[in-house]
């Protein structure tokens, strides 16, 4: 049984340019939700989601980041004009339902030059 | 003011030691608390899960939760060089309202042969 799966595992980007890191939830699983972990910190919520639906999206900042969950195909976590500050590990997690345990991935670390 | 509040260490200890991880937390509404365990460059694995007051144990780790002092403890017995990882706790509030997860800072635990 696949645990969460993340790819790719390592990005690098130029500032300015797209980042795409995408998700693929443990089977049977239709919550997703997206993590930040910056250097010395812990893990920041960002979104949650369900498949088709944005559940909560207050931790995501206003511009140039965005985040789907087709009815097919992996979620997807979007950072438009990466800037250095958007250098981070970025994790995400699914669960059976909302009240259930949520499982992580091995995160995908972004770096933007 | 964070609402979770976790020592970041390091911690180094002997192996067999009893190791004492905390976090203190200020928002009264959550419910549910949990330790993940992180591996380097690894995503976070649940360790522990409680819910509002009391202990659990699980082979070597306890779990204790003292909700009127807003504190949440995570002690690991006769503890390995395999224990030696980043422990995260983490806490969310009725969680049927999302599943958004707050998580303290990480405390990095050394276990020495």
């Known amino acids: 049984n696949a645990g969460v799966m993340q790819n790719p595992r390592h990005l690098v980007r130029r500032r300015g340019q797209e980042a795409r890191l995408r998700c693929s939830p443990m089977?049977?699983?239709?919550?997703v939700y997206w993590y930040r972990q910056l250097p010395e910190e812990g893990l920041k919520f960002m979104v949650y989601?369900?498949?088709?639906?944005?559940?909560?999206e207050s931790g995501m900042p206003k511009e140039r980041f965005s985040a789907e969950f087709p009815k097919e195909g992996p979620s997807i976590l979007r950072i438009q004009q990466v800037v250095r500050g958007d250098s981070a590990a970025y994790f995400c997690a699914s669960s059976q339902g909302s009240q259930e345990t949520q499982y992580f991935g091995p995160g995908t670390r972004l770096l933007v030059l | 003011q964070k609402e979770v509040e976790q020592d970041p260490g390091p911690l180094s200890v002997p192996e067999g030691a009893i190791v004492s991880l905390n976090c203190t937390y200020s928002n009264s509404a959550f419910q549910y608390f949990m330790w993940y365990r992180q591996y380097s460059r690894k995503g976070p694995e649940l360790l522990m899960y409680?819910?509002?007051?009391g202990n659990k144990e699980d082979g070597r780790f306890t779990a204790q939760v003292d909700k009127s002092s807003k504190y949440i403890s995570l002690f690991i017995r006769d503890s390995q060089p395999s224990d030696s990882a980043t422990y995260l706790c983490?806490?969310?509030?009725?969680?049927?309202?999302?599943?958004?997860?707050?998580f303290g800072q990480g405390t990095e635990l050394s276990v020495k042969p």
């Open positions: 989601l369900q498949k088709e639906n944005i559940i909560d």
């Open positions: 409680t819910y509002s007051s």
């Open positions: 089977k049977g699983h239709s919550h």
């Open positions: 983490a806490m969310t509030g009725i969680y049927n309202q999302g599943g958004k997860l707050i």
